[in-house]
Structures are given as C-alpha cells and as structure tokens.
C-alpha cells in the first residue's frame, strides 16, 4: 500500500468533510432518532459508496481526459458554482 497517499487523501478528506453538510446531517439524524450507531453504520456504508463511485468514475474518467485538463476544468466548474451561489442563482 502507498501510504503517502492514503494519509494525504485521509487528512484532505477529513478536514474536507469537517462540518460539512454530511456531518451536520448525520448530527441531526442522530439527535433525531436517538440511536447513534445505525446512524453511524448508514452514513459510513453510503460515505463509502459515495467514495467508490468517485474512485471508480474519476479513473474511467482519467483514461479520456488528461488529468491537467480535468483539474483545471473542475476549478472552472467550482469558481462557476460558487459566483452563482454567491449571486443568489442557485
């Protein structure tokens, strides 16, 4: 296993999902329900679905769009996002 990739993409992902929207669903589902490990096993089965899809999505991907293209394509598609979020059109 390259672990320097694996702690590298575990500490962007984790200061990543900090009080994100996940987590303060899950935080909700939990004070809703009262029953804090189904509610962790689900997030954890769906984080870990939601992760495949990418993994998987992002190396198909990568075999037809060169990977400096789909960078900088993404920060184009982020800046576009937040411009419209900031203007209220989304």
Do not use: N
Not at 28 to 39: A, D, E, I, L, N
Request: charged share 15%; net charge neutral.
């Amino acid at each position: 296993m390259d672990w320097k990739v694996f702690l590298s993409t575990f500490a962007l992902l984790f200061v990543a999902e900090l009080g994100d929207k996940t987590q303060l669903a899950v935080i909700s589902m939990t004070g809703k329900h009262g029953k804090p490990w189904p509610v962790f096993i689900g997030a954890t089965v769906a984080l870990a679905l939601v992760t495949l899809l990418g993994v998987v999505g992002g190396e198909a991907l990568c075999r037809v769009v060169p990977e400096p293209l789909l960078t900088k394509v993404s920060a184009v598609a982020f800046v576009v996002m937040g411009a419209l979020m900031w203007f209220e059109v989304l």
